[in-house]
């Protein structure tokens, strides 16, 4: 089947230190890959997306890369500020499958991050 | 231009009764995804609909139900409300269904006593 697994939170950094978060993947066919953010109280904003293998996704200094010899798509960011605290979804969706029938995500279980000053 | 507008924004209701959320997608979308968002976990995907025919179902009860309208806004509708319902759930919608163009609304907090 498919699934994400993504590492368990929560996680605290302090401001300035390194992230990262795994994200570990099944999947039928050949995925697409994708990073989305949900602050508090808030959907979900779409933070970077990878579509093919050794893609390398980025947006306000985050990156993934999409390893498919490990089935991988990890977070990292180099720098993190408390602005950053929210909980991350990991998830995919099958890039092969034509639009209109029925494609649906399979998100992880989501990583909190609370970055502290 | 207005996003993926969700109502009610929060709702509280009693086991057994029934409950209607509501999606309206970002104008020019013909596809709306309704997913389930328990707390502490990830989202699930509930229905697709595109051109007001289903396109998807995930594995959920029959008590669950969608349709989607001619101006492409969509209704959730859940049966026999138990419990285990409380959720977000969280309506996300793209032009034609295509896996780059999915935008999410806000969500509706459904609290069930």
């Known amino acids: 089947g498919n699934s994400v697994t993504q590492m368990e939170g929560p996680v605290t950094l302090s401001e300035e230190a390194f992230l990262t978060i795994n994200c570990t993947y099944t999947a039928t066919g050949y995925p697409s890959l994708f990073w989305y953010v949900q602050y508090p109280g808030e959907g979900l904003q779409l933070l970077l997306k990878a579509t093919k293998a050794d893609d390398k996704g980025s947006n306000k200094g985050f990156e993934a890369t999409y390893r498919k010899e490990t089935t991988s798509f990890h977070l990292e960011k180099g720098s993190v500020q408390v602005s950053d605290s929210a909980v991350y979804f990991c998830?995919?969706?099958?890039?092969?499958?034509?639009?209109?029938?029925?494609?649906?995500?399979?998100f992880g279980t989501g990583t909190s991050l609370t970055v502290i000053p | 231009d207005a996003g993926v507008t969700q109502s009610p924004t929060h709702l509280i209701k009693t086991r057994g009764q029934h409950v209607t959320l509501r999606c309206s997608p970002i104008s020019g979308h013909k596809s709306v995804s309704w997913y389930q968002q328990v707390l502490g976990q990830g989202p699930q995907f509930i229905f697709q609909y595109y051109e007001k025919e289903e396109r998807g179902r995930g594995n959920f009860p029959d008590r669950f139900s969608a349709r989607q309208f001619p101006n492409y806004s969509s209704e959730l509708n859940v049966n026999a409300l138990l419990l285990g319902d409380s959720a977000l759930y969280l309506c996300?919608?793209?032009?034609?269904?295509?896996?780059?163009?999915?935008?999410f609304g806000s969500g509706t907090r459904l609290t069930v006593v």
């Open positions: 998830a995919l969706i099958l890039g092969a499958r034509k639009p209109r029938t029925g494609n649906q995500f399979y």
């Open positions: 996300a919608s793209s032009q034609q269904g295509e896996i780059y163009g999915y935008t």
